[in-house]
């Protein structure tokens, strides 16, 4: 439960509706308001991941596309730099689909590949997932084909079940562009001979 003073009167937020000090609903009017204030807040208080993701997807299911794309942006940077993989796992996907909604891949891949180098970022396919579908969204099959195959492998070495969102890079390059997509048979075989 979140508490904020608007116009010397304290509301309360409970779940993603807003209430006076006496228990009343806000109407979506005052609501709008306050939710740009807590927004703000928020953003300066640095709140903790979860509560950054959360607002975000009330963000998106409110329909503001770009108070979501700052509150998941925000809880991206904040995972890359307390280096929370779990975290990371459930926000970027969210990130680079309001992203691309919003046509700001390129921000995106530039934060992205700002932190590729970092370590424990090398190992983590959903990273690798995210650039791919940046990549394919920008109509660069090449780039967006190089990071799914990363990702599918580093899922594959760390026995875990591949993510839709890579799942949809491949089912989409399969779809619009088989000559890329051909390039798994030939790298598999090239794999298999070297080893």
Same mark, same amino acid.
Do not use: C
């Given at each position: ?57 009330? $963000?998106?299911?409110?329909?503001? %596309?770009?108070? =979501?794309? +700052?509150?998941? *942006?925000? !809880? @991206? ?57 940046? $990549?394919?969204?920008?109509?660069? %099959?090449?780039? =967006?084909? +190089?990071?799914? *195959?990363? !990702? @599918? ?43």
């Amino acid at each position: 439960m979140d508490k904020i003073t608007y116009r010397n009167k304290t509301y309360i937020k409970i779940k993603q509706d807003w209430y006076s000090d006496l228990g009343a609903k806000q109407p979506l009017k005052i609501a709008v308001e306050l939710d740009a204030l807590f927004h703000e807040q928020m953003l300066k208080d640095s709140a903790n991941i979860v509560d950054l993701i959360d607002q975000g997807r009330h $963000y998106v299911t409110t329909g503001q %596309p770009k108070k =979501a794309y +700052d509150m998941f *942006l925000s !809880a @991206t940077t904040m995972a890359l730099e307390v280096q929370d993989i779990n975290q990371l796992t459930i926000v970027i996907p969210r990130l680079v689909q309001v992203s691309v909604a919003l046509s700001l891949q390129e921000d995106i891949i530039a934060l992205l590949k700002n932190h590729e180098a970092i370590d424990f970022t090398k190992e983590h396919p959903h990273i690798k997932t995210a650039l791919a579908t940046l $990549y394919l969204s920008l109509d660069m %099959p090449q780039e =967006a084909f +190089d990071y799914v *195959l990363e !990702a @599918t492998l580093l899922f594959r070495v760390q026995k875990k079940k591949m993510s839709d969102e890579a799942m949809m890079v491949w089912s989409s390059l399969k779809k619009h562009h088989p000559l890329i997509y051909k390039q798994v048979g030939d790298k598999l075989k090239a794999e298999k001979s070297e080893e």
